[in-house]
């Protein structure tokens, strides 16, 4: 079931810069391993504990992914990037899980992202003023992705956004 969007995000998360260079800011051997140690979320969805860190280690597996699966444009991996460490922080913020889900699907010309917690609670797409300081998360999100949505869960919810994977 597919429901109507809502959401309020976080905007510290944003400004931490996504690095030109990921294996500069994470070093070669997390970014050529983190599937390994982790999990890869092309193949399963991926467990991430209710922590601030996860969604720092969402930002290495979707870097990951995105590098040695997918050859996407250099902008639609920082935003794909940024977006996934919004949906993290989000389900961190607000939730109260214990555990979230990451999981990244391909499909020809697209990519989805998918975040799974187990609230029920609906994200909630507030109108965002220049200088707010915080819920930006789902305006990033709504601006930067070119589809995304909530789908209800009989116990909990997917928040999910989709990029094209080309130009």
């Known amino acids: 079931m597919m429901v109507g969007m809502a959401g309020q995000g976080d905007v510290a998360s944003v400004t931490e810069r996504v690095p030109e260079d990921p294996e500069e800011a994470w070093g070669v051997e997390s970014v050529s391993t983190v599937l390994d140690q982790e999990g890869d979320p092309t193949v399963r969805e991926v467990p991430l504990p209710n922590l601030p860190e996860s969604a720092r280690l969402a930002r290495r597996l979707a870097q990951a992914v995105l590098q040695q699966h997918w050859d996407l444009p250099t902008q639609r991996t920082e935003y794909t990037v940024l977006l996934v460490s919004e949906l993290v922080g989000n389900a961190v913020r607000h939730t109260g899980a214990h555990t979230i889900g990451i999981r990244m699907l391909r499909r020809s010309s697209w990519i989805r992202v998918e975040v799974r ?34 789908d209800l869960l009989p116990r909990g919810k997917t928040t999910w956004f989709e990029m094209r994977a080309t130009d």
């Open 117 to 150: 917690d187990p609230s029920r609670g609906l994200p909630c797409l507030l109108p965002v003023g220049e200088l707010d300081t915080s819920g930006r998360g789902l305006f990033l999100v709504d601006m930067l992705s070119e589809r995304w949505g909530v």
